[in-house]
């Protein structure tokens, strides 16, 4: 279903969410302090406009209300952010995705009544570390404080075993949720201990962070 969303703050992060939100197919109204960001946004969203987000009648002027979700995209001027996402809720915008740049933003951003969160480059730099400690390791989500799911590529030590003889959850206290397929599209969905891993396979685990480093240091 096409949906409406203001992006505000054409960084790399908001020019990145713009640029995909309008190739899903949904009308994208980017605004901007600066003109030279707003001109060259002008061809790339639905409407792209110049205004200070900390302005509320400004805001209140380009019906910020009448669409379905605003991105605050806006991550050095931490006081811009703040003060953006509270008039945005104050002038009854439904949902708001905002950008911390590091853990006190992310709480007072939380506390004005945020829905959605994100920590682009913290969450970027974790997955890019697990990358590198081990090469294994395709992606890497943080689902809570406490687990995580991380996409892994079946290791010379994991070929032609079935997850029981790996142990991955007698051992590891992992769950494989998703093996998928080499080449094909094919996904087995809730494996089986008997399943075996071949060259090629992706699993997808989830576990406690101290349970999937065991396993990445293990088997990967
Ligand atoms: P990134 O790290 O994703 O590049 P930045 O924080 O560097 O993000 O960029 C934020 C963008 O938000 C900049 O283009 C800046 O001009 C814009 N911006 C900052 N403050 C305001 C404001 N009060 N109103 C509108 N746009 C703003």
Same mark, same amino acid.
């Given at each position: 279903?096409?949906?409406?969303?203001?992006?505000?703050?054409?960084?790399?992060?908001?020019?990145?969410? !713009?640029?995909?939100?309008?190739?899903?197919?949904?009308? #994208?109204?980017?605004?901007?302090?600066?003109?030279?960001?707003?001109?060259?946004?002008?061809?790339?969203?639905?409407?792209?406009?110049?205004?200070?987000?900390?302005?509320?009648?400004?805001?209140?002027?380009?019906? #910020?209300?009448?669409?379905?979700?605003?991105?605050?995209?806006?991550?050095?001027?931490?006081?811009?952010?703040?003060?953006?996402?509270?008039?945005?809720?104050?002038?009854?915008?439904?949902?708001?995705?905002?950008?911390?740049?590091?853990?006190?933003?992310?709480?007072?951003?939380?506390?004005?009544?945020?829905?959605?969160?994100?920590?682009?480059?913290?969450?970027?730099?974790?997955?890019?570390?697990?990358?590198?400690?081990?090469?294994? #390791?395709?992606?890497?989500?943080?689902?809570?404080?406490?687990?995580?799911?991380?996409?892994?590529?079946?290791?010379?030590?994991?070929?032609?075993?079935?997850?029981?003889?790996?142990?991955?959850?007698?051992?590891?206290?992992? !769950?494989?949720?998703?093996?998928?397929?080499?080449?094909?599209?094919?996904?087995?969905?809730?494996?089986?201990?008997?399943?075996?891993?071949?060259?090629?396979?992706?699993? #997808?685990?989830?576990?406690?962070?101290?349970?999937?480093?065991?396993?990445?240091?293990?088997?990967?």
């Amino acid at each position: 279903m096409k949906k409406s969303f203001i992006v505000i703050g054409l960084g790399r992060f908001g020019t990145s969410i !713009t640029q995909t939100l309008m190739k899903l197919g949904h009308e #994208v109204m980017v605004i901007d302090c600066e003109e030279e960001k707003v001109n060259r946004a002008s061809g790339m969203a639905t409407q792209a406009i110049q205004l200070d987000s900390t302005d509320e009648n400004a805001l209140r002027e380009v019906g #910020v209300s009448n669409f379905d979700e605003a991105i605050v995209a806006i991550g050095s001027d931490i006081l811009a952010s703040i003060l953006t996402t509270l008039l945005l809720k104050g002038l009854g915008v439904t949902k708001i995705t905002a950008k911390a740049n590091n853990d006190y933003h992310s709480k007072v951003l939380e506390k004005i009544g945020a829905d959605r969160i994100v920590h682009p480059e913290r969450d970027m730099g974790i997955r890019v570390a697990h990358h590198i400690v081990s090469s294994n #390791v395709i992606d890497f989500i943080e689902l809570s404080s406490e687990y995580s799911l991380v996409e892994i590529s079946a290791s010379a030590k994991m070929i032609g075993k079935s997850l029981e003889e790996l142990e991955i959850r007698a051992k590891y206290g992992c !769950t494989v949720i998703a093996i998928k397929k080499n080449g094909v599209r094919a996904i087995n969905i809730s494996p089986q201990g008997r399943d075996i891993i071949q060259e090629g396979d992706l699993l #997808v685990v989830i576990g406690t962070y101290k349970a999937i480093s065991l396993l990445e240091d293990d088997l990967c």
